[in-house]
């Protein structure tokens, strides 16, 4: 099992900047990839950035490209998500994502990002 806990999230104004950080623990030896997913209300789970654990290779959602960057840290195993430019439709609840190499997913709580215009 994988326990994921994240923070960082809060309430900015359109162009503020924001870090997240999700950190993990349990069965981390087996991670394949962390990542982050947001979910607007009335709306789906959208995928929003990931990185491979092996090689570090990103990956973006079109809407989030300049602006957003991933990044780990394997000793920690914590992946942060630094937000800048932030604009109103970003607000979301932003959900951690681990998946194993048996390409089993594991989700955190959640945390609010609210930014005001």
């Known amino acids: 099992q994988v326990q994921l806990v994240e923070s960082g999230g809060g309430l900015v104004q359109a162009g503020d900047s924001l870090r997240l950080a999700c950190s993990a623990s349990?069965?981390?030896?087996?991670?394949?990839?962390m990542g982050w997913f947001r979910q607007a209300p009335g709306k789906e789970r959208e995928f929003v950035a990931a990185?491979?654990?092996?090689?570090?290779?990103?990956y973006y959602t079109d809407s989030v490209k300049g602006r957003f960057t991933i990044s780990r840290d394997n000793a920690k195993n914590t992946v942060y998500l630094q937000m800048t430019s932030l604009k109103p439709e970003d607000t979301a609840v932003y959900y951690c994502?681990?998946?194993?190499?048996?390409?089993?997913?594991?989700w955190g709580q959640g945390t609010q990002v609210t930014v005001s215009s």
């Open positions: 990185i491979s654990w092996s090689d570090g290779n990103t």
């Open positions: 349990g069965r981390t030896f087996s991670t394949s990839a």
């Open positions: 994502n681990l998946r194993d190499h048996r390409d089993i997913a594991y």
